[in-house]
């Protein structure tokens, strides 16, 4: 009889995976046959993935909470599904969703329901992922529209800014000269004169 294997994934090291630890827990899986990563699911080079990987042979069994911990790229996700279950030849249980279990129904209609609700799971999970993507960028938007900054604010001009900035403008001294004067570097100058020139009336 194969090994079973718990694999658990959240989206940052601040996230707590407790909950799919529990889960784990519950069937009994041991903590030296669980997985861990605290990286984004976009793409499947994750460490702990990949030692897993390393592990398997054929008759073990991978246990995820869900599909979106295994990932959220569609397409990667149905490939990983295949190169495990077809491949490797390991059994596959998600646990919110009894229908994706590769232990049980394994004629040709069996397959064919695991297969079905796998693509339109990982179609879901990807769906979800590009809608977080847009609603952050739309907030991102409506932030810098009301007024929003983002970044650090810009160190205050030296004193002299105005002044060696008019010298630069009228072609008394160069870019190098007026950066000295003001103590910035040539980039630094050109940035701010740049900057200067949009916020003078």
């Known amino acids: 009889m194969g090994k079973t294997y718990g694999y658990i994934r959240v989206s940052s090291i601040d996230?707590?995976?407790s909950r799919q630890r529990l889960a784990m827990q519950e069937r009994a899986?041991?903590?030296e046959h669980l997985f861990i990563d605290k990286?984004?699911?976009k793409?499947?080079?994750r460490p702990?993935?990949?030692a897993m990987l390393r592990r398997l042979k054929p008759g073990d069994q991978i246990c995820i909470t869900s599909i979106d911990r295994l990932g959220r790229n569609y397409e990667e996700i149905k490939e990983q599904?295949?190169?495990l279950t077809k491949k490797k030849k390991v059994d596959i249980l998600v646990l919110d969703m009894p229908l994706l279990d590769t232990r049980r129904d394994k004629d040709l209609l069996g397959t064919f329901i695991a297969d079905l609700v796998l693509q339109v799971l990982s179609f879901v999970a990807?769906?979800?992922r590009e809608n977080i993507r847009r609603r952050q960028a739309e907030g991102i938007a409506a932030a810098k529209i009301s007024g929003t900054r983002f970044g650090?604010?810009?160190s205050p001009l030296p004193s002299a800014f105005s002044r060696v900035y008019a010298l630069w403008k009228e072609g008394k001294i160069n870019t190098s000269e007026a950066a000295r004067r003001c103590g910035m570097a040539r980039s630094s100058f050109r940035y701010r004169a740049g900057r200067y020139i949009k916020n003078t009336p």
């Open 29 to 31: 899986i041991a903590d």
């Open 15 to 17: 996230q707590n995976e």
């Open 48 to 50: 702990r993935y990949l």
């Open 81 to 83: 599904w295949h190169m």
């Open 43 to 45: 793409d499947f080079h």
């Open 39 to 41: 990286l984004s699911g």
């Open 126 to 128: 990807q769906n979800e």
């Open 152 to 154: 650090r604010e810009p």
